[in-house]
T-cell receptor, first 117, second 109 residues
Framework: EADIYQTPRYLVIGTGKKITLECSQTMGHDKMYWYQQDPGMELHLIHYSYGVNSTEKGDLSSESTVSRIRTEHFPLTLESARPSHTSQYLC????????????????FGNGTRLTVT | GDSVTQMEGPVTLSEEAFLTINCTYTATGYPSLFWYVQYPGEGLQLLLKATKADDKGSNKGFEATYRKETTSFHLEKGSVQVSDSAVYFCALANYKLSFGAGTTVTVRA
């Protein structure tokens, strides 16, 4: 049973459209992440958040933006989608670990597969 | 900076074969190490972890031992099943989380 939910599961849209990918978690985790997964399966961190009103850019530059108004919700928005945005997007969350921020395991959603035509 | 290098795939095996996926890392300090698994059409899920040198993580018949002297965390399973077909990611947690590139494993009946 998933504790972190992503919608939609699949999305096909035309170039120039604005889209929002939804991510919600019910575990009360403070930390949330967005990863982009390329066809070769490699993961790239594009955004993360330490908690409400906190958002940071990840390792991979992205034209997307995120917001964190509520602990459980971390949506990702593309203002104008392009074919280069075609990818799988994975949302994850974790709690703070007692031995360091990143020692707690990540819980992933099932992803949104985005295709921009 | 920290990095993780894992064995390139794809790996194709027959059922009941022995599986090893190599993972080596570069890091300062004392990172924690993880293996995540991604089944087809799903997100990643934690398979096992080890938080200090010589720790052995195990789950679902998989094992990996944190070897500081060889900076390795190789994943092993003695007898794979078709249901083990997935992508496996080695990961390192230090001041940030670093994933390996993933290894696709296909088990044939």
């Amino acid at each position: 049973e998933a504790d972190i939910y992503q919608t939609p599961r699949y999305l096909v849209i035309g170039t120039g459209k604005k889209i929002t990918l939804e991510c919600s978690q019910t575990m009360g985790h403070d930390k949330m992440y967005w990863y982009q997964q390329d066809p070769g399966m490699e993961l790239h961190l594009i955004h993360y958040s330490y908690g409400v009103n906190s958002t940071e850019k990840g390792d991979l530059s992205s034209e997307s933006t995120v917001s964190r108004i509520r602990t459980e919700h971390f949506p990702l928005t593309l203002e104008s989608a392009r074919p280069s945005h075609t990818s799988q997007y994975l949302c994850a969350s974790s709690e703070y670990g007692s031995t360091g921020d990143y020692n707690s395991p990540l819980h992933f959603g099932n992803g949104t597969r985005l295709t921009v035509t | 900076g920290d990095s993780v290098t894992q064995m390139e795939g794809p790996v194709t095996l027959s059922e009941e074969a022995f599986l090893t996926i190599n993972c080596t890392y570069t890091a300062t300090g004392y990172p924690s190490l993880f293996w995540y698994v991604q089944y087809p059409g799903e997100g990643l899920q934690l398979l096992l972890k080890a938080t200090k040198a010589d720790d052995k993580g195990s789950n679902k018949g998989f094992e990996a031992t944190y070897r500081k002297e060889t900076t390795s965390f190789h994943l092993e399973k003695g007898s794979v099943q078709v249901s083990d077909s997935a992508v496996y990611f080695c990961a390192l947690a230090n001041y940030k989380l670093s994933f390996g590139a993933g290894t696709t494993v296909t088990v044939r009946a």
